[in-house]
């Protein structure tokens, strides 16, 4: 069978955030999938197979970690639409089944793909005691962002501190389901971007995420609320580096990047 590294939220290979995408028949056994993603050692690799016509989506959809299977994942599904497109195997948008509901994907007219996610519900909450030592910097703020997304977003005091993090990852682990957001506000919003993040994943064996879908649609309802806007721009200052093109919608955000195939090849395990 087929499989792609594609590199997510980016235009240019090498940056953005990479996955994993197999288009299947059927799911094979989860221990396989697993192996798999183990194996491609990327954030997250996606596995999708084409639903009967007539149903409420087009393709379901699963992503694994190398150590676990996840309910939600941005970037690999704007992989997953690219490679369906790129490849005329499905025109036009496409829905997928998935953990966390119907996602939909709709291509751009400029290359870009637009993903449809649930906005994560925050509730404010103290500010764990020991987030400060383990992530090397003092929060202001601290919110959950409920089940599916899993994770702790923290504010930080400014963009520089949010570059300089040099986390205890290990330390980490111990404060949300899946890992800490660290965001600030851009220090000028002239370069193109409104607000910056750095994502920290310990818990599903990733310890920086590069570019994190998920995590812009707790992102998206923070900084919209704050900067009193809808439609924002959001950096995730990873090695990798990538933007995110956010628009709230209420109970859903909208999710906008470009995406570019890497490496195809033939999986004979």
């Known amino acids: 069978m087929r499989i792609r590294i594609v590199d997510a939220f980016t235009q240019r290979p090498f940056s953005g955030n990479p996955a994993g995408v197999l288009l299947l028949d059927a799911f094979p056994d989860d221990a396989w999938m697993q192996n798999v993603a183990m194996e491609v050692n990327h954030a997250e690799t996606a596995f999708a197979h084409r639903l009967p016509d007539g149903g409420g989506a087009d393709w379901a959809l699963r992503w694994f970690t190398p150590a676990t299977e996840v309910d939600m994942c941005g970037h690999a599904t704007l992989a997953t639409a690219h490679v369906l497109h790129s490849t005329g195997t499905h025109e036009g948008p496409v829905r ?21 996610f649930p906005t994560a519900p925050l509730t404010e909450v103290d500010v764990p005691e020991g987030v400060a030592e383990a992530l090397g910097a003092e929060p202001r703020t601290a919110f959950d962002t409920g089940p599916h997304v899993g994770d702790l977003v923290v504010e930080l005091a400014d963009e ?37 993040s750095r994502c920290f994943f310990p818990n599903v064996g990733i310890d920086e995420d590069p570019v994190t879908g998920s995590a812009h649609t707790a992102l998206a309802p923070y900084w919209s609320e704050r900067l009193g806007r809808p439609d924002l721009t959001g950096l995730q200052a990873s090695p990798r580096a990538g933007r995110v093109r956010t628009t709230l919608r209420g109970d859903r955000t909208l999710l906008t990047g ?5 490496i195809e090849g033939d999986l004979h395990a």
């Open 96 to 116: 997928f089944a998935t953990r966390s509901g119907v996602l939909i994907a709709t291509p751009g007219a400029d290359g870009s793909i637009t993903l449809d």
């Open 258 to 262: 470009r995406a570019v195939t890497v």
């Open 160 to 196: 520089k501190t949010v570059h300089a993090l040099r986390p205890d990852h290990k330390a980490l682990a111990a404060y949300s389901r899946r890992g800490i957001i660290a965001t600030a506000r851009a220090e000028d919003p002239t370069r193109g971007y409104d607000f910056v």
